[in-house]
């Protein structure tokens, strides 16, 4: 069974403060790896991709991938209230394995 | 450039009854994923699509539930013969083509009464 996991939290982080969410997967074969956001409710909105090993930076976000490692994380600086939401870690598969699939969520609250 | 459009958006059906819930991707992409998530729990992966073909239906429970995606139209999810617990929130998600980005729709809430 290839999952991806995630520290399920929740995770409270003060206002102005780094965000950090951690998410790993077993499918060494994995390429494409994302981070959505997903408020009550709502449908879950894509924040970042990464491909390749290493940072990238959009904005606050920060995406960090190390395939060695089987390792995604993603940083939020100066966190703000309204990054309160769950966050969803989601990688496609290797191989003949096309899915997308997704972390159970890490649930991110920013205290004022 | 149109996002990604679910409808309904809200469907309530009698345990029995047929549910048909539609995904139209957006303009250029050919690739839907369809999940289900129930109240505080995660994005549960049922079927991959591409147009004209099921790619992968590991998720897919063997009966009452079906998917097509078909040349022309929106891709439609069959849930036949509903039980209260098919209650569910159902998301689309669209990929120009596969291992690259996917979007989302707003999902379709079904209640079954």
């Known amino acids: 069974q290839k999952e991806v996991e995630q520290n399920s939290g929740p995770l409270s982080v003060p206002e102005g403060a780094i965000a950090s969410l951690n998410c790993t997967y077993s499918?060494?074969?994995?390429?494409?790896f994302f981070w959505y956001r997903q408020y009550s409710g709502k449908s879950p909105e894509l924040i970042m991709s990464i491909y390749s090993n290493g940072d990238k930076e959009d904005g606050r976000f920060t995406a960090q991938l190390n395939k060695a490692s089987q390792y995604v994380s993603l940083l939020i600086r100066d966190s703000q209230p309204s990054d309160s939401a769950t966050y969803l870690c989601?990688?496609?598969?290797?191989?003949?394995?096309?899915?997308?699939?997704f972390g159970k969520g890490t649930l991110l609250t920013v205290n004022p | 450039n149109a996002g990604v459009m679910q409808n309904p958006r809200h469907l309530v059906r009698r345990r029995g009854q047929e549910a048909r819930l539609r995904c139209s991707p957006m303009?250029?992409?050919?690739?839907v994923y369809w999940y289900r998530q129930l109240p505080e729990e995660g994005l549960k992966f049922m079927v991959y699509l591409q147009k004209e073909n099921i790619i992968d239906e590991s998720g897919m429970p063997k009966e009452r539930f079906s998917a097509e995606f078909p040349k022309e139209g929106p891709s439609i999810l069959r849930i036949q013969q509903v039980v209260r617990g098919d209650s569910a929130a159902y998301f689309c998600a669209s990929s120009p083509t596969w291992n690259t980005e996917a979007f989302f729709g707003q999902g379709t809430r079904l209640t079954v009464v």
């Open positions: 303009k250029g992409h050919s690739h």
């Open positions: 499918d060494r074969g994995s390429q494409s």
């Open positions: 989601a990688a496609t598969g290797g191989g003949s394995n096309y899915k997308l699939t």
